[in-house]
């Protein structure tokens, strides 16, 4: 792509992201896109270009919100360590002590860091449902409840999609008596300024970026049962509803809508210590505690060896976000990720609006954050 204009700010030392964020267009692996980095509490990058639709009229601009797909996840995880740190819930409480329905068709010893690192045997809805059915919150949820495990839960992670958010939100609900999405924006977005929705108003559809989806599926290896019932029945994600139904809805697994510049900045924050702005949005141990391990191995689901938190994806073994052990995050389908590095005090995001068919570690984002960590 000739006469690109990168707008936004690199400094010298981040040449090489500049560089990587011009061939990603040249190459044609672009529409738009925007990558950040918080260094220590500071924007140290902030860069974006191209258009923010298919008929490359419309730019995207600094205010483009782009739907960031699973990245959800970790704002979701986030969301619910918020309440381990104020006391109001434990990771080794057992979902069924929050809500009694869970202990349904073999599920009452199933705890809440098994459930958050994908070990519940609920990676999709195995029996027939009308994707539409997705949209009623109650619904999924009792219909999550009474569903037995695909596989025997502890044994091993088996991502879920869009069980994740229904069972995360469900949990958080509960306890706080709100949903992620508006707890979310009166707790965090609000008195911070972050444009990051989980459940977007009307008002903001019209600077959101269209995606431009791919012509082909993701490779999820052998497909098993517990792959099925994640991604390939026709009820194994929402449907039916229109884009601005699905855009207003609150699906904390899959449709948070955010800019680059605010998922830095809360990842930029658990990187460092939980500070944001001068304020502690999580403290220290409770940020460990939310990332440590809990299970590793070969998912059922992703055709990867993965190790899991409680709600976010680690680094290591899977390393797409830079060199660091200690790093955790998430990817969203086609693209999108996040990631907070605490022995760097380095968060970032990458969003994008032409999706790919990788399931987690898009070459674009991999040359943003290698070239980024020759910079540091």
Request: aromatic share 10%; net charge negative; proline share 7%.
């Amino acid at each position: 792509m000739s006469g690109l204009e990168i707008h936004g700010h690199a400094p010298p030392r981040f040449a090489a992201v500049k560089d990587a964020f011009a061939a990603n267009f040249a190459e044609g692996l672009e529409v738009g896109a925007r990558f950040t980095l918080v260094e220590a509490g500071e924007t140290v990058l902030d860069i974006w270009a191209g258009h923010a639709e298919r008929a490359r009229k419309r730019p995207f601009a600094q205010d483009t919100l782009t739907p960031i797909f699973s990245s959800t996840k970790a704002v979701a995880a986030l969301m619910v360590a918020r309440l381990v740190d104020q006391g109001r819930l434990d990771y080794g409480w057992r979902v069924a002590e929050v809500w009694p329905d869970f202990a349904q068709a073999g599920k009452d010893q199933v705890t809440i860091e098994q459930a958050l690192s994908h070990q519940a045997g609920l990676s999709g809805i195995p029996d027939p449902m009308e994707p539409s059915l997705w949209f009623d919150w109650d619904a999924v949820c009792a219909r999550i409840a009474a569903t037995a495990p695909i596989w025997p839960p502890g044994t091993a992670s088996g991502y879920g999609p869009s069980t994740f958010g229904f069972i995360a939100g469900e949990i958080f609900r509960r306890i706080d008596g709100r949903t992620i999405g508006h707890a979310l924006r009166e707790d965090i977005c609000e008195p911070f300024g972050l444009d990051l929705w989980i459940g977007l108003p009307d008002s903001e559809h019209g600077r959101c970026a269209d995606m431009i989806r791919p012509n082909g599926l993701p490779n999820f290896g052998e497909v098993n049962p517990a792959t099925k019932a994640a991604f390939l029945t026709p009820w194994s994600a929402p449907g039916g509803r229109g884009q601005g139904e699905w855009r207003r809805a609150e699906f904390p697994s899959a449709n948070g809508h955010a800019t680059a510049a605010a998922l830095a900045r809360l990842m930029g924050a658990l990187a460092d210590d939980g500070w944001l702005e001068g304020e502690t949005i999580l403290s220290p141990a409770v940020i460990a505690e939310a990332a440590r391990e809990r299970i590793r191995g070969q998912d059922l689901v992703l055709p990867y060896v993965v190790a899991w938190g409680a709600g976010f994806m680690r680094n290591d073994p899977v390393m797409i976000w830079g060199p660091g052990r200690e790093t955790f995050g998430h990817a969203g389908w086609g693209g999108s990720c996040l990631f907070a590095d605490p022995e760097r005090r380095l968060g970032g995001a990458y969003v994008m609006n032409r999706q790919s068919t990788d399931l987690i570690g898009d070459i674009r984002s991999r040359r943003l954050i290698e070239a980024a960590y020759q910079g540091l």
